[in-house]
């Protein structure tokens, strides 16, 4: 086994760190190009233009985090077989990833092309931003091809330990993407039409890197056979990625049902929203990576059978989730209206953002925690509970926001992420708990 990716042996917390920054680095240039994304088409374009492209997120959510559920899914499979040394069979559950996710990005793209403007239309999208909704829409959708081909190899990377070459093809990418965001708009004077283009290539390149590195693994041989049908593994892939890519969607769906009241208050609340949760994802970062890391580390210690190790690597996780509140949250609570400033030229809009991250700051250690378990639970081998938490949040945020919106105003929409936070995170903290306890009682 290489020793570089073997997340089984040696000490917990230098493996996980050191497994976690590259992810975490990678994360961020994610984040850094769809903040810098946002921002080129909020002051080259306008704040309608940025508002149309954000009310995209909850659909891109839905079809995107499906893709990323499902392929994470796979990556458990793949994991624990690679922590249990086998490597034939790493190839074939690889092998057979690749093609359910050939479909499934098929599938999406016909789905998300089909439902673009029905979407738009049934979230009360203002008229003003639906031009420039569905040009950005259909060019997102028609490259889904390139996203889910980046999210595949990308989780294949990290259930085989390697965290650093995302880390590398996201360096690359990111500089292209926002190189081509500022020339389309500001030179070439595409519209949002050219920030689409720009990310569809940024992850097509991204994509390419990571399957190269796949493919000159010098621990994988692939042969034909590897890619023949296998109904009992394609079952047991499907089992562990359908969960989450469902999770994923009902989440997706319960945060459209959030943005359709959003859109019902006007475009201020849109564009306003649209930044909010461009900076919740950066924020989050820490702590959604360290869900990504743990479930890699978990996957390969249960095929390893260690259960002491899993303890010992959700212990850590927990404390890079507990720092990250404590840093991150503070600066979303002191400079709330200087963030908002950065993407934002509207002074009520600004204003209407600073509520957001104000309360969503002080509320983020739930979101956090949220994330570690959620993984562990998965990692672990039992991806229902972490659906049954995606239903929660949508069953939670809908009303929540329904009852609030009258009263609060766009705070509403805060205290509806919080309230859907809590219901699940109770839920997948306490199957870790029933699920750890029963794993180390059989071996020991």
Not at 57 to 66: E, N, P, T, V
Request: glycine share 8%; proline share 3%.
């Amino acid at each position: 086994m290489n020793n570089a990716n073997d997340l089984t042996n040696g000490k917990v917390s230098a493996k996980l760190l050191g497994f976690f920054f590259p992810m975490l680095l990678t994360n961020l240039f994610q984040q850094i190009y769809s903040v810098a994304d946002t921002a080129i088409v909020g002051k080259g374009l306008g704040d309608n233009a940025l508002g149309a492209v954000g009310n995209l997120s909850s659909l891109s959510l839905l079809i995107i985090g499906f893709s990323m559920g499902m392929t994470s899914g796979f990556a458990v499979i793949i994991a624990q077989d690679y922590g249990s040394g086998d490597r034939k069979a790493v190839c074939k559950s690889i092998a057979l990833s690749v093609r359910l996710s050939a479909v499934m990005a098929l599938l999406l793209t016909a789905i998300g092309c089909l439902l673009l403007k029905p979407i738009l239309h049934m979230i009360q999208t203002e008229e003003i931003l639906i031009a420039d909704g569905l040009t950005y829409g259909y060019i997102i959708m028609g490259g889904l091809t390139a996203t889910v081909a980046f999210n595949l190899c990308s989780s294949i990377l990290r259930s085989l330990g390697d965290s650093k070459t995302p880390f590398i093809a996201i360096i690359i990418s990111s500089a292209v993407n926002v190189a081509l965001d500022w020339f389309l708009i500001f030179i070439v004077h595409t519209g949002v039409e050219g920030a689409a283009f720009a990310t569809i290539f940024a992850q097509a390149l991204s994509a390419i890197i990571c399957l190269m590195r796949i493919l000159t693994n010098p621990e994988l041989q692939f042969c034909k056979e590897d890619f023949a049908p296998d109904r009992r593994l394609s079952l047991l892939l499907l089992k562990n990625g359908l969960p989450m890519a469902f999770m994923n969607s009902v989440t997706a769906l319960g945060c459209m049902v959030v943005q359709r009241y959003v859109n019902d208050c006007g475009a201020d609340f849109t564009s306003a929203y649209s930044v909010c949760s461009k900076y919740l994802n950066l924020f989050m970062l820490p702590s959604l990576t360290a869900g990504f890391a743990v479930s890699a580390f978990v996957g390969q210690n249960i095929g390893a059978g260690k259960p002491e190790r899993v303890k010992q690597g959700v212990h850590v996780c927990v404390g890079i989730a507990l720092v990250s509140y404590l840093l991150l949250g503070l600066v979303m609570m002191l400079l709330p209206k200087q963030l908002a400033g950065v993407m934002l030229n509207e002074s009520d809009t600004i204003v209407l953002t600073s509520e957001y991250l104000r309360i969503c700051g002080a509320g983020l250690i739930l979101l956090n925690l949220l994330f570690v378990y959620r993984n562990v639970v998965q990692g672990m081998g039992y991806p229902l509970i972490p659906m049954i938490s995606g239903f929660a949040e949508m069953i939670l945020r809908i009303p929540a926001i329904i009852l609030l919106l009258p009263h609060m105003g766009f705070r509403a929409t805060a205290y509806a992420e919080i309230i859907a936070w809590v219901g699940a995170l109770a839920l997948n903290a306490i199957a870790y708990i029933i699920y750890y306890y029963n794993y180390w009682k059989q071996h020991n």
